[in-house]
């Protein structure tokens, strides 16, 4: 079964910084797409940004020239620096992914999402 699990999170204060790295594990043969999501309280989970195998990135155009999406494929590990931090940024940050998986019967195709972190930023 596969497992994401991000770290990283906590509070920082406006125009801070926080890295948040996301270790994907489990039987994967390779991972397509990685991405990071938010959910602000009361607000539906939205895009952060997502990066290819092939390392193309896609960026919400609230976070462009701000948050870094970067990938080390040979650690299945996706990590999101982000820089100059807002109080609109406070959410809960969860990683995702997608690609194939080896099973007992033979490969699947997966759709992971870890369990969150939480970034609080204070103005």
């Known amino acids: 079964q596969v497992q994401l699990v991000e770290f990283g999170g906590g509070l920082v204060q406006v125009g801070g910084s926080l890295r948040l790295p996301c270790k994907a594990s489990?039987?994967?043969?390779?991972?397509?797409?990685m991405g990071w999501y938010r959910q602000a309280p009361g607000n539906e989970r939205e895009l952060v940004v997502a990066?290819?195998?092939?390392?193309?990135?896609n960026y919400a155009d609230s976070v462009k020239d701000r948050f870094t999406i970067s990938r080390d494929n040979a650690k299945n590990t996706v990590y999101l620096q982000m820089n100059k931090l807002k109080p609109e940024d406070t959410g809960v940050y969860f990683c995702?992914?997608?690609?194939?998986?080896?099973?007992?019967?033979?490969?699947?195709?997966?759709?992971?999402w870890g369990q969150g972190t939480q970034v609080a930023v204070s103005s």
């Open positions: 995702s992914a997608d690609g194939v998986v080896v099973t007992t019967t033979g490969m699947s195709e997966f759709n992971a």
């Open positions: 990066i290819t195998s092939g390392s193309t990135t």
């Open positions: 489990g039987g994967i043969f390779s991972i397509n797409a």
